[in-house]
Structure formats: C-alpha cells, structure tokens
C-alpha cells in the first residue's frame, strides 16, 4: 500500500473547503481511497473551546495541538487496515498551522509539551499546498458569511495568510496557490500539483533557475521566514534518461532522506517521483551510487516571496555567485525577486548549472 499525507491550508476564505470536494472527486477517480482530517481548531471553537474561553492562548494551543496529532495518528492507523493500493490522507490544515498563532515562547513551550521538534512536525507530512486568502487578490469574495470561526479583517487576513506560509516555508514539497486566476482555475492548479506530486497523469513541473550574486547572508538571517537547511545529493546508477539520486536533508542536526526519480521532457520540463527513506534504506542504497559522479553539497534557503516559493542553494567551490530556483504549474507565470536577491541571468536551460553536471567534476 502507498499511504500519502498532505496537507492543504491557507489564509482565511481562501477557498479551502471547495478544495477539499475537488479533491475527492480528482482522485477518487485515479483510484485513491481519500481520507479526510477534519480542521481542528474550528471543531474545537465550534463546541466552545477557543483561545478566548480557556485560561490562556497556551492552554488551548496545547491542547489544540494534541488533538491535532492523535487525530492524524488515528487516520494513519485506519489507513493502515484497509484493503486499497493507493490511499490519500488529506488534513485540512496541519499542526504547523498553529504556529501562526503563537508567538516564539508559546510555540517553544508547545513542541517541549509534545516531546517534538520543528522539523520532525514539517516532515511529518509530504507535502502542503497553500492557498492564499482571497483578501490578497481577490477582494471583492472575501467574506466571514460561510464559516462562524472566521473573524478575521481583510487587513489581518492577509497578515495570517504570510504567517500561516512562514510556518511551513523549509518544506520541500510546498506549493502556493495564488489568486492569479479565477476560482475555478485556482482549483484546476491545485489539483494540477497534487496530481504531480503524486506522479499521477501527464502532469509536469516548470523549473526555472537563475544564476544569481553571492547572497548577504546578514539579509538572509534577518527574513523572519527563511529556513536553512544542509543538503548531500548521490546520484545512483541509472538509465541516461532518468536521473536517479538520494538525497540527506539535515536541519539543526535532524536529517530525513529521499530517494527521487527525474525524468526530463525537454528543456524546462520535467516529471518527478520522490519518496521518503529510512536511514537504513538510504544507507543501503547508497551502495548503488554511480562512481562517475561526486556527491553535491549544498547550503538552502527557502523562502517565500510575491506567493512564490524560492530555493537558494550555496555551494562550497563558489564564493561568488549562488543559484535561485522556483517551482511553477504554468511556465509564463510571472516571477518578482526580492529586490535582495542579484539575478545575473536565467540558466534553466544550461546544463553547465545542473548538479549532474557538477557531480562529475
């Protein structure tokens, strides 16, 4: 059985509940079993138990938060028991979505509680898809009319809509889906990357990267929403169409590992497979590593800009200069730097720049 978990969030009346529907008639139809988690914190404000009636916002992010992880647990259990090949679990916001309503402390005290640390929760899914409040965008839908736990002024939606991004941005499967399209479109683009993400279809990405100045890195740990993480890339032996590697993630010296399949279409776009690895199946794997190649090391920075999520890579042999990726659906998407962020010039297209390239220098 192939147990999937994602999350799919965002800020307030950004279409959400439409998306789950979208979502059961998508997939049900690929034959996935879907399972839905239902959204925590408006059960619990629903039936009276909100930040405002507890002792503190703490006592109820706490148990918020508990509440939050038994359920997934539960679900991942059932799913377990049943007699399905491909099984989608969807949680309708995840347990880092808490974290845009704490502050530093709050949260601290929370994961302490828990016995978790930030990353081990972000990983605890394979991938969150966002979707931007329509008060960014889309004013004239944004409403409070259709869910009684929505309290929020279009000025603050919009300031939950970044925090809710700063607490997953450092994932490496997150998506944002703006209001660049109408309503219905925005579903097709969310279906578009669930589908891709899950290797469903002739679906595709479009990565485009560009060559950029060597980062400040002072700037760089002043965004309040970046995330740096290590990377080590082995690629293993394969056809020379597909490219097939292993890669270790390490962040504050806790490491997860992947194994990913990419198979190139043309220039720009590509198909992707990648699944998550235990330690020993990544060590075992490496067995296969193609010793025509060296392995890439690499500094990220993830953050989010303009509803866009960039990926920073820093490499040991260059002092300067850096790469800056972004992941689009549709490949004339329009693309705003931080104005931080040098772009030299674009090299999707420039094989010189791709880590195979590097790998067997």
Not at 59 to 70: A, P, V
Not at 317 to 332: G, R
Request: with cysteine; aromatic share 10%.
């Amino acid at each position: 059985m192939n147990i999937t978990k994602i999350v799919v969030t965002g800020g307030p009346c950004a279409g959400k509940s439409t998306a789950l529907s979208w979502i059961q008639n998508a997939f049900s139809q690929r034959g996935y079993t879907v399972l839905f988690v239902p959204e925590t914190a408006t059960e619990l404000i629903s039936g009276g138990v909100a930040p405002w009636t507890c002792g503190t916002n703490l006592d109820f992010q706490k148990g918020q938060m508990r509440l939050q992880l038994e359920k997934e647990a539960i679900f991942e259990q059932a799913a377990r028991t049943m007699n399905t090949e491909k099984l989608l679990i969807v949680c309708d916001r995840g347990a880092l979505d808490n974290k845009a309503y704490m502050d530093d402390e709050e949260y601290e005290a929370v994961l302490k509680g828990l016995g978790k640390t930030h990353e081990e929760l972000l990983l605890s899914y394979d991938a969150v898809f966002h979707l931007v409040t329509a008060a960014n965008g889309a004013e004239q839908f944004y409403t409070l009319e259709n869910n009684a736990a929505r309290t929020e002024s279009p000025e603050e939606a919009m300031a939950l809509d970044d925090k809710l991004i700063a607490a997953w941005t450092g994932h490496p499967h997150l998506r944002v889906i703006d209001n660049s399209t109408d309503f219905e479109n925005k579903m097709k683009r969310l279906i578009s990357g669930i589908a891709h993400f899950l290797g469903e279809g002739a679906t595709y990405e479009t990565e485009r990267m560009f060559l950029i100045e060597y980062p400040d890195f002072k700037w760089l740990e002043s965004v309040p929403n970046i995330r740096h993480v290590e990377i080590v890339q082995t690629f293993l032996e394969s056809d020379k169409k597909e490219e097939v590697r292993v890669r270790r993630r390490n962040y504050r010296g806790h490491s997860v590992y992947f194994l990913s399949s990419k198979l190139n279409l043309n220039g720009e776009k590509q198909t992707e497979i990648e699944c998550r690895l235990t330690e020993s199946e990544y060590i075992r794997l490496l067995m296969n590593s193609d010793t025509k190649r060296k392995q890439v090391r690499k500094d990220r920075y993830c953050l989010t800009y303009e509803n866009r999520y960039f990926k920073l890579d820093v490499f040991p042999f260059w002092n300067d200069k850096a790469i800056a990726a972004v992941e689009l659906v549709d490949e004339d998407t329009d693309i705003v730097f931080p104005e931080n962020i040098k772009v030299i010039r674009e090299i999707t297209n420039d094989e010189t720049y791709k880590n195979p390239s590097w790998a067997v220098q």
